[in-house]
């Protein structure tokens, strides 16, 4: 009988022939089970786009000195602030650009695309020589960097309804686990010729270019996705869709398998009547997007500003760490990060709701961050397992305010809009994220010119200052600023 039903509903469907789009729908309407294949790519694809972000802050420091650019040591953060941020700059210039250009030309094409640049610039720039190389090989794997709202319009429209949750915390568990396994690569992977001598010559290129084996590493990755995606179909139409809507085919064919499906006719007729508004003016949409923005620049400028500190030398009151050791108090970080967000963040969300977390979360970042500077003053056994522990709560407390700003987000709008509204969202946030590492820098590097200072005197600035970001953002999330759809 259910066999009979979906021959009647395919009958019906009006498909198109030789439309990917059509092709893709008619998959999914037949197929049954779980969708571990396209989960599967949905999540290398991510990992791929987000690896290369922040690998390079444990060796950014060493990098800026091999340079040679900085004429002090106190110079070096400045200058690591502008290589930091010109990745920022090429996807908030980008951004928008690729979102048209994917709509217009298919999802396929702008990830082929993005995993291609990847291996192609990430090399370069581990084979940079100088400080303008490196800049301009980041800005162009920024600037085509393209993958991660493509793969949210991709991820919606190649799996079932059934799945939609599944696909987006696939992209977001990606996406987070790449933030935290590329900085551990940079730093466990830089100089390979001085920590593993006797796997790598001084002579070989990992000898001349002491940066580019976490490069190289994360390129060749991206060139096997980028294999691998020649085998994924595309899901945008190549026709003017009809009016019969999908939600509508998928209603018959949950009905046809038994299942309830009473109010999905209703849905799709409600979706096609969603507003259509100007989104700018949709103050709960826009009020979230502002908070999330200033919260990702804290977080930014955090990362930024963690690695340099605990690089530089003690005597400027940092803690004289080498790539290793910061790859490593990363690595552990991230595992925390991982196990609190699958294990712990769901339960928090649902007892306090987005907003509680995220104000309860900010709260606790100021007092951790103030510690930072009298953490520095250990050293041994305390040194590490008090390190480790604040650097672990800091970033689970980043990611858990931002998250509960993105459920924000999502509630705002209608579903027919949530494509544009990550798309602004996205934009506003790299531009936030560009001005984070080269004032992280800049502030930095003019906070070990004044360690004997009355007010605040070296590192005790730089982490009062992003205390003062973080109560700005917390701050906002209060009426009559931060309204609720």
């Not at 030789?18 to 989960?39: A, D």
């Not at 949905?42 to 900085?70: H, K, R």
Request: glycine letters at 8%; a positive charge; charged letters at 15%.
């Amino acid at each position: 009988m259910a066999d009979e039903y979906k021959e009647a509903l395919l009958e019906k469907q009006k498909y198109h022939d030789g439309c990917p789009g059509c092709k893709v729908e008619q998959m999914k309407q037949l197929r049954r089970g779980y969708p571990y294949l396209e989960l599967s790519f949905v999540w290398i694809i991510v990992l791929s786009t987000s690896l290369p972000i922040s690998s390079l802050y444990p060796f950014l420091y060493y990098m800026i000195e091999d340079f040679g650019v900085a004429k002090t040591e106190k110079d070096i953060g400045f200058y690591a602030g502008f290589v930091g941020c010109s990745f920022m700059l090429g996807r908030a210039l980008t951004s928008v650009f690729w979102g048209i250009v994917a709509d217009r030309y298919g999802r396929k094409p702008i990830i082929l695309l993005g995993t291609i640049s990847i291996a192609i610039f990430n090399a370069l720039f581990g084979l940079s020589m100088n400080f303008w190389m490196a800049i301009g090989t980041r800005f162009l794997l920024g600037s085509f960097n393209c993958l991660l709202g493509t793969m949210k319009a991709y991820a919606s429209e190649i799996f079932r309804d059934e799945y939609q949750a599944t696909a987006m915390s696939a992209v977001s568990t990606a996406w987070g686990i790449g933030l935290i396994i590329g900085p551990a690569l940079g730093g466990f992977l830089a100089q390979p010729a001085d920590k593993y001598p006797n796997v790598f010559s001084q002579d070989s290129i990992f000898g001349r270019f002491r940066y580019a084996l976490p490069c190289f590493t994360i390129s060749a990755f991206a060139l096997v996705v980028t294999v691998l995606c020649c085998f994924i179909p595309e899901t945008l139409h190549n026709h003017k869709l009809d009016s019969t809507s999908h939600d509508d085919s998928y209603g018959i064919l949950e009905a046809a398998s038994g299942e309830s499906t009473a109010s999905t006719g209703k849905v799709g007729k409600n979706e096609r009547k969603a507003s259509q508004g100007s989104l700018l003016k949709n103050w709960p949409l826009m009020s979230s997007i502002i908070v999330y923005c200033v919260l990702c620049l804290h977080d930014t400028a955090y990362s930024e500003i963690f690695a340099l500190w605990a690089n530089s030398p003690r005597k400027y009151g940092g803690l004289s760490y080498s790539t290793n050791d910061v790859g490593t108090v990363l690595a552990i970080s991230g595992f925390g990060l991982f196990s609190f967000q699958v294990f712990v963040y769901p339960f928090a969300e649902k007892l306090l709701g987005p907003i509680r977390v995220t104000r309860f979360a900010g709260a606790l970042m100021i007092p951790i961050q103030m510690s930072y500077p009298f953490i520095a003053n250990m050293s041994g056994l305390s040194l590490s397992l008090m390190l480790n522990c604040a650097s672990i709560l800091i970033n689970v407390l980043s990611v858990s305010a931002i998250t509960g700003l993105l459920i924000l987000q999502n509630r705002a709008v209608d579903q027919s809009q949530r494509g544009a509204a990550n798309g602004i969202a996205m934009t506003a946030m790299s531009l936030f994220k560009t001005v984070g590492p080269a004032g992280a820098g800049i502030l930095f590097s003019w906070s070990e010119t004044r360690l004997n200072a009355a007010f605040l005197p070296g590192s005790h600035m730089v982490f009062f200052v992003l205390n003062v970001i973080v109560v700005v953002g917390v701050a906002l999330t209060f009426k009559p600023f931060l309204i609720t759809a």
